[in-house]
């Protein structure tokens, strides 16, 4: 068997390692780094000031670290202000949710400081975050990172010179209880007119790659930007695309209803971590605010250029490849890929032949069946059947993981492990993930390239004749669909994951697709027994999340459901 699949093993590995690189952030530069450059190593100094204790709106220590803001806003050389507004009955009474109070007025105060530009007249960017936490948590990553990476692009921003535009930093408060702080400045501060671009920077988690998840409509243009300054960039517009669709908000859902062009940065690794009472400023990953930090400076700096702040154009497909480079398109280039794959895929199967394109539609269905069951059952085995504690699913993701990854296995073994599959029974593979791409080409193009381009980079290399050049080139593309993949699917887990692990499925369906042209059958013994193992150890692993322990992990107020 190894000696069959030798190539599908090299593609293994190599998409593996590929993979495993994209998702790991970059090194954290020392306090020591050149002033120009953004060191997460400067920017603990604040985050271990900011996240020494839980600093919930309307606390003594939520005081404290306003008066730290202040102080280093000033010495920054910004002008700084305050806002203050009594906070909102809902959020009161979430806050007297979490305390266990019965305070019948708390004021929230947003902290907002601006490092004056040479053109004043010039829309202003603005960087934001918040500096409220939720009841007993320290807040080292939510949003502590975002704040700290802050006041150092603003400190390296003014180390390059005097920037050609204003650059507002504002630091909201009463996040966590409902967006107040957020809701409140777009409503009535008189600055929000004189900004022209928004960074948002957030936290879920500890640690795990920067991701920019969100912009603004109309992004063509703000896009073009970010892939030509942000130099390890992480961005999906599929990861947007679902974000629009989630239940989830940030501060930055208040600014969108206004025009300006805005993107919103998060971390979500380290799953485990969110609104934990354990999440101190040891415990955060300094490469992911060193990675969140690197984004924001090089994205501000193009955005604080004289002619910098991008106008509005049609969306655009993006996504990063491997954190090295950004790809982005005009999103009806989509229907140019499809016809591209329709075309290869009908040249391999006229020269080919068709026997087995009806057994292959087959075969995809058993697969993703067979997968989305497992993948279901596991989980409810897990859950022993009930809802499960939200932030104890969390802290049970990385297991979720590889549940997800051995039900995967399993129905390839049973489904796949002794099918040779022909031309046409991969064009019949193939058949159903392309009607789903053409269907989601017309409802929503920015979000279906993770489809489309597979689908056309296997075409292609079966339109190679038959030998080592074909076979390489099926090598090249498995690597290159699991390189991707992989990290996708761990940030789908990581994202959605801990109620719906059967998301992978389709991300599993394009990884086999990739595979079949390298795939040699095995007997049935060997595929029993892969089916067996991997079904064993899924069945072990959701055993060990329902009987474990609750994760030390878990937020102090969840108990009361707040």
Known sequence: MMKANRGLIVALVLGLLLGIYATIPPAPRPAEAPGALFSAGRAMADVRVIAARPHPTGSAENAEVRRHLLLRMSAL?????????????????????????????????????????????????????????VWGSPGAADDTTGVAASLEVVRAAKAKGQPERDLIVLVTDAEELGLMGAKHFFANNPLRSRVGAI????????????????????????????????????????AAFI?????????????????????????????????????????????SLQDMGDQALELSGALLAKDGIPGKAPDRVFFDWLGVTTIHYAAGLGWLILVGAVGAFGFALRRDGSKGLGVGMLRFAALTVVAGLLSYAFNWISLGGGQGEYYDRLAAIPRLEVIAALACLAA??????????????????????????????????????????????VALAMVLPAGKLRNYAAIAVCAAVISYMLPFAHFAMQGVGAGRPYVVVLLFALIVLAVLPLWQAVDQRRARLTTGVAAGLALALSLWVLLDAPADTVAVYADNKG
């Not at 209803?257 to 040891?282: C, K, V």
């Open 77 to 133: 050389g910004m002008e700084v202000q305050t806002e203050a507004a009594l906070l909102p009955a809902k959020g009161l009474e979430r806050l007297n949710r979490w305390s266990g109070r019965s305070d019948s007025a708390v004021t929230m105060t947003n902290v907002i400081g601006i490092l004056p530009g040479r053109d004043r007249s010039l829309p202003a960017v603005m960087l934001m975050s918040h500096h409220d936490t």
């Open 199 to 238: 960074i948002n920077l957030e936290a879920r988690g500890g640690g795990g790659r920067a991701s920019m998840f969100q912009t603004s409509a109309n992004n063509g243009a703000a896009m073009e930007l970010y892939a030509t300054h942000v130099q390890q960039p992480a961005a999906s517009s599929v």
């Open 243 to 287: 974000y629009s669709l989630l239940p989830n908000d940030t501060d930055l859902t208040p600014a969108l209803e206004g025009d300006y062009t805005a993107y919103n940065i998060a971390f979500i690794g380290r799953s485990g971590l969110y609104h934990s009472p354990l999440i101190t400023p040891d415990r955060l990953d300094q490469g």
């Open 412 to 457: 390839f073994a049973v489904v796949i492990g002794t099918w040779r599959a022909s031309t046409g029974a991969i064009v019949g593979f193939a058949t159903p993930l392309l009607v789903l791409a053409i269907y989601g080409q017309g409802v929503a193009p920015t979000a279906i390239y993770f489809v489309a381009l597979p689908l056309l980079l």
